[in-house]
Structure formats: C-alpha cells, structure tokens
C-alpha cells in the first residue's frame, strides 16, 4: 500500500466516485484539491458531503493550473481521457489513477470485478444476493453501481468479498485485476467516449489483464467479443451461455430448459429457466453468468440457487411501475443502447408503445428498427436522438404510429393518450439520459413519477 501522507492529489470530478476518492484521501492524510466543471451551487450538496474534510475546491472549470504542485490526479469515470486538463497531466507525466484503482491497491480481501455492455448491474446484485447467503461471510457490493467500495475498504478484512461492477470508464485506468474477472459481452455501446470499437474492447479487456495463474476469469461464450479474449487468460477460464460446454472445460450450461453448471465430471442441475424471477432471455444470461461467478468464489450451488429464486432485480431495468386503465407500464431506464432496448423488447410477448430517444452515443439503430417494425404498434420518440432516431425508422417503415416529443414528461403523456388495455408502455431509450437528467438514475424515477402520477 502506497503512503499517501503529504501526497498532493488532484481529483477531477465530484460525483459520488470523487466525493468517495476525497474522503478517503484525506483519512489517509493527502493533501487534496477536488476539480469539477460545475457551479459552486450546482455542487451544494458535494460540498455538503465533505463539510469539515480540509480540501480545496475549484469549480466552474478544469484549468490546467489546477495541476501545478500535484503529485497524482484522480480521473472520475465521467471525465474522459481527451479532455484536456488528463492529457496535459500526461504531457506533464503525472501518475494517473482512480478510486477503482486504488481500491484494488488497498482492499484486503478476495474481489470479483464484472464488466460488460449489457446485464452487469443484474448479475453484480444477483452474485451480491448469492454472496450474502452464507453465514459469517460479509460481502460487499458497489463500483459503479451503489456506493465506491473505496468507502468501505477500511473497514473490510481478509474473510469478506468485494463485489465490483466495473465501467468501461473506470478500466481505462486501472492496472490491476479482480481475482475473479468476469466479462459478459463486448457489443457497440459508448462510442462516443472511446471512439472505435477496438478501443472500446481494450478498455474492457484490462479487467483481464493484470490477473495471475491463481486467478479465475469468467467470459460468456456466446458472446464473440467477450470469447474472443479466451486466448489471453492466464489463469483459470470459466464459460457461462446457452451453447454446449467445450468439452473438458467448467462453467454453466442450459441443456432441455435446466441451467447446469460443469465441474469436471461433474454435472449438477441448478433450477429452471422458466423458475428465474426476471423477464427475458437476456436475463437467464445473466443468471448463468451469476452461477458461474458464484461457483469461481465457492459458493455452494442450493445457496446460489435460493438467493436467485429470492431475487427482486435491479430497479430500472424491467421495473414493473404500474398497471393504468389495463396497461402495464415498465421503466428501463438503463438501456442507454439500441441493442439493450431489443433485449428489452423481446422480453415481452403483448403490444408494444415503446418510449424512445434521449442522447445518442454514436451507434447503430438500423437493428432496433427492424425488430420495432415488426414488435411495436406505437413509438414515441423524445429528447436529442429523435430526429436521428426518426430518420433510421422512416427508411424501414412498419406497421406501427410514430410520435415525437421534445421531452420524457411529453412522452409519458403521448403513451398515457395511446395505451389500451392489454398493452405493454416500455420505457426502453437506447440514448442515455445526459441531454435532460443527471443519469440513468434519474431519468428512471422521473418517469414513475409522471407514471404513478396518471389519474
């Protein structure tokens, strides 16, 4: 564990990863200057947070003296490597890290780090649920979801787990590896921030990267971006996916509706798909994904299976809201790409008025539109993407009515106007939220409040 007494850090960002890298700092005797683009109001309750921690504040900008007499910088996930103040830190070859990195350098006890482009958050809190099970074993659950660990860790001990979901973001900067490395998937999903697909990979791929012969990496095989890092492993490779098991290799299977999971000779039924409490395919995915992580970290499969079965979801994904006038209204939020927004559709067998729109991260809609072409019976399209959005649709046109809104309040009252019973109003944007809300989060509850809202 590095010394951090008298160390000068500049952390850019002050969302909850700032905030939490601050406090920490701090305790730890830093000396530490926290750099965010937004107002001194517009903070208020950062600033509240971290009332009475001696640290120094520049708001409104990110000058490049805020990196005179620094020692380290700190990147949040929200600050992207382009920007200048990072690339000047490198010009001047300041070290770089980040709270994901730093928890990593001082946790005492056996970490799971989860990445993907789709389902992480699911299967994080699903391995969380299954991790909490045992008795005397305390497991810790956050990263980019909930709370930075880094807030935790000083209180952690070698007999706990440490249970991370981790950003594409956050990978870019760390330099070593959970002792169990999951990746899900590897498809087109913030592209606006790495720009190419390859990099976009590279970033993913670092959560492999840094691990050891002792180490266990989990890849789901159907998915050809996460197989394809396979090649690379240096420790021990688990699968989890519909497909049949390489032979000789471990990991989870589903063989006449019945997930499985391999352990050499071994093959032991784990419970039904139809028994998994979340819609969808993509969701028995994730729950195949969860068993083999949980198996990588021991965990005894009846316990596993009892923590899914008791398993409630993550809200805003696939979050039943209400049912109004015959309709059942579902927030997903979190689907902030086209190909989350077809999972999310093909979870569902009855009518369709799908909510669309918000910020596009530069990806392709052309699938989404060939599937709502034949799924949906209403679109209402709202925030920036809509115009883009409208123009992919209109060149593969179906049976279903278009809308566009400037914004969500403005779609739920459409949707309210269009729903009749029997309908399914699904909230599934495939933009993230950044043109109108704070995150994902937000947009979220927003939404079931204009939804429970409806009279």
């Not at 640290?55 to 990110?62: C, D, E, V």
């Not at 070290?95 to 946790?107: C, H, I, K, S």
């Not at 001990?157 to 999951?182: H, K, N, R, Y």
């Not at 299976?305 to 979050?319: C, Q, Y």
Request: aromatic fraction near 8%; glycine fraction near 10%; proline fraction near 5%.
């Amino acid at each position: 564990m590095m010394n951090w007494s008298g160390k000068r850090v500049l952390i850019l960002g002050a969302a909850r990863q700032g905030i939490a890298a601050a406090r920490w700092f701090t305790r730890h005797g830093a000396i530490v200057t926290l750099n965010d683009h937004r107002s001194n109001e517009q903070l208020a309750g950062a600033r509240q947070e971290l009332a009475g921690y001696p640290i120094k504040w520049i708001l409104g900008a990110h000058p490049l003296e805020a990196l005179d007499e620094i020692d380290t910088v700190c990147i949040s996930g929200g600050i992207p490597l382009t920007n200048p103040i990072v690339q000047e830190a490198v010009r001047r070859s300041l070290p770089l890290t980040n709270d994901t990195q730093v928890f990593l350098d001082v946790v005492p006890c056996k970490t799971i780090g989860i990445t993907g482009s789709a389902g992480k958050t699911t299967t994080t809190s699903m391995v969380g649920a299954m991790a909490q099970i045992p008795m005397g074993k305390r497991a810790f659950v956050g990263g980019n979801i909930g709370d930075p660990l880094l807030n935790y860790v000083d209180g952690m001990t070698g007999e706990d787990l440490a249970i991370l979901e981790i950003s594409s973001f956050q990978l870019e900067q760390i330099t070593q590896s959970p002792d169990v490395a999951a990746i899900l998937n590897i498809t087109p999903n913030h592209l606006d921030r790495h720009g190419t697909m390859e990099l976009y990979t590279a970033a993913k791929k670092r959560i492999l990267d840094f691990q050891s012969s002792k180490d266990v990496a989990v890849l789901g095989r159907d998915d050809p971006g996460a197989w394809a890092l396979r090649t690379g492993i240096k420790g021990k490779l688990l699968s989890f996916g519909f497909s049949p098991i390489p032979q000789g290799k471990d990991g989870t299977y589903i063989d006449d509706g019945m997930l499985h999971l391999r352990q050499g000779r071994h093959n032991i039924p784990l419970m039904y798909a139809e028994d998994v409490p979340l819609r969808g395919k993509h969701n028995v995915m994730n729950t195949l994904a969860a068993f083999a992580i949980g198996f990588a970290c021991n965990l005894k499969p009846e316990e596993m299976v009892a923590a899914v079965k008791g398993f409630k979801g993550a809200p805003h994904r696939l979050e039943f809201i209400r049912e109004w006038h015959g309709a059942r209204w579902y927030n997903d939020s979190i689907a902030t790409a086209p190909e989350r927004t077809m999972a999310a559709i093909q979870s569902f067998s009855e009518p369709i008025i799908l909510l669309l729109g918000g910020r596009d991260k530069n990806l392709p809609w052309n699938d989404l539109a060939g599937l709502v072409s034949s799924r949906a019976s209403h679109v209402v399209l709202f925030g920036e993407a809509a115009g883009k959005i409208q123009d992919v649709f209109n060149r593969q046109p179906g049976k279903y009515t278009l809308e566009r809104c400037d914004g969500l309040e403005q779609a739920v009252a459409v949707a309210a106007r269009l729903a009749r019973e029997g309908d399914v109003v699904l909230l599934s944007p495939g933009g993230t939220s950044f043109d109108e809300f704070f995150d994902f989060e937000e947009r979220g509850e927003a939404f079931k409040k204009w939804v429970s809202a409806l009279s």
